[in-house]
């Protein structure tokens, strides 16, 4: 699984699925673990926090670990991490900071278990972001499995020039990339229009207004088709 997120918009008949295989077996940790992804997601989705609830099935996980391989234990100590990193309502809280170092620090040890495991990678990547400190190699091997996913293409692009701002030229492919994809996928309209306002966004940096004012309309154009909540996201980067 790739955690957060991994549902695709199924989050409901995840949870659906996943409390039924519990009922069934009550110390089936990755069950558990999942069900803590599962309703996390539907909270963030839905803008109504369920992060009781995640942090009840991550703690029934975690207390199983003994019946579990490492890497389930890992995994499991890692989701336990990232439900109490967003508990806490101040990123910048030394107990926040030492929950996202968990986060870090268990996607690493997956990866080095496992090179190619997209949920250690990505969860690396979200919280190196979430961190300032974003990762060029995991966002990169991320975002190169996962062409169609605007918000890693400019994952990797922003890690790449949070490294050395003057690597537009290994950036762009990335950004291009995420400019061309469908805005109107969940939550894409961001990292979509993030990507078609670059350009502007350089002029802009480079003392071109008038060249960034046209590039912004033109992309402004695509706005008034989308859907009302893609429309919201693009406007905001407007």
């Not at 499991?76 to 101040?90: A, R, T």
């Not at 994809?181 to 993030?194: S, Y």
């Amino acid at each position: 699984d790739d955690g957060l997120g991994s549902f695709n918009g199924r989050e409901k008949v995840a949870e659906r699925l996943l409390l039924e295989a519990i009922a069934e077996d009550p110390d089936f940790a990755a069950a558990h673990r999942l069900l803590a992804t599962a309703v996390h997601s539907d909270g963030v989705l839905n803008a109504r926090s369920r992060l009781p609830e995640a942090l009840a099935h991550i703690e029934r996980a975690v207390a199983l670990s003994d019946s579990v391989a490492p890497a389930e234990r890992i995994r499991n100590e890692g989701e336990w991490h990232v439900i109490h990193y967003f508990m806490n309502p101040n990123p910048e809280d030394p107990d926040a900071a030492t929950h996202a170092k968990g986060v870090i620090a268990a996607c690493e040890a997956l990866l080095e278990l496992n090179r190619d495991d997209g949920g250690a990678a990505g969860t690396c990547t979200g919280f190196y972001a979430l961190t300032g400190a974003p990762n060029e190699r995991f966002a990169t091997r991320l975002a190169a499995g996962r062409p169609h996913a605007a918000g890693w293409q400019m994952a990797a692009a922003w890690a790449i020039l949070d490294a050395d701002p003057r690597a537009i030229a290994r950036a762009r492919p990335f950004i291009q990339r995420a400019a061309r994809l469908d805005p109107t996928g969940r939550g894409a309209a961001v990292a979509v229009f993030a990507a078609r306002l670059f350009d502007a966004h350089e002029a802009w940096l480079e003392n071109r207004p008038h060249d960034a004012l046209r590039i912004a309309d033109r992309v402004a154009t695509d706005v008034p088709s989308l859907p009302a909540a893609a429309r919201a996201d693009a406007l905001e980067q407007l």
